[in-house]
């Protein structure tokens, strides 16, 4: 259901602020609509995004259904060290989807 | 994003049509109130002294599609180990449900400045809250005219 797409710097100088840019294809259903037998559909969205750096988190959005479908989350971070940025989008169903780049950092 | 005035009497039309629709759809949708906002507030930053300022909520004026609004937050910080933002809460007061996102920062989130896109069902005014490593808690908030609800 859900593809991520993760925009992270490949390079940094250590202590640089950088910016990061994630999306991800999710319908974010709120659980307020219904269908068209009058029947409510269930709620399932992706309820926490989490940005971890070399394992420790840098970056945490709790998500209630009033974010759009297809989120989008820009944030900053700093570049302390040479590694890896991994994301994880933790669905309503329990499924962890998830996306991580590799940073060098001078 | 801002119409010419001219455009404002087909804009009046849209938002009774698209309050409308709403109904239509969601016969029982009941929305949040202002209230129901501050008590989620509570909820989240408990009985805390709160002060308008230093926190910048920057959302359109006026939403042609409450399905996706355009919402960024900052907060000047400098966000080290002693002195950093914590979190930040959005919350909408017209929404069916109050909470919005929150956005949780450490000294190495480096700058409290995010983006992302939200559902706003109808006009209405948006809260930010942010807390600060200090305990203290500073908040803003914003009114964004809704043309047609993402409800």
Known sequence: MASAKIKVPETAKKGEVIEIKTSITHDMESGQRKDANDKPIPRRIINTFTCKYNGTEVFRMDLHPAVSANPYISFFVVATETGKIEMFWNDDNGEIYTAASSITVS | ?151
Do not use: Y
């Open chain 2, 1 to 151: 994003m801002v119409k010419p005035e001219s455009g404002l009497n087909r804009r009046q039309a849209m938002v009774a049509m698209g309050g409308a629709a709403c109904v239509g759809v969601l016969p029982n949708l009941a929305w949040a109130t202002p209230a129901e906002a501050e008590a989620a507030v509570k909820a989240l930053i408990g009985s805390t002294a709160t002060t308008e300022g230093r926190v910048q909520l920057k959302l359109p004026q006026i939403a042609e599609n409450g399905a996706t609004v355009q919402l960024r937050v900052l907060v000047d910080s400098p966000m080290t180990a002693a002195d950093h933002v914590k979190a930040i809460h959005i919350l909408a007061e017209g929404n069916p449900l109050p909470g919005v996102a929150s956005f949780h920062f450490t000294a190495r989130s480096g700058k409290a400045d995010v983006s992302t896109r939200i559902r706003l069902g109808k006009t209405q005014n948006v809260h930010a809250v942010a807390v600060m490593s200090n305990g203290s808690v500073w908040r803003a908030k914003e009114e964004v005219k809704v043309t047609v609800g993402g409800c």
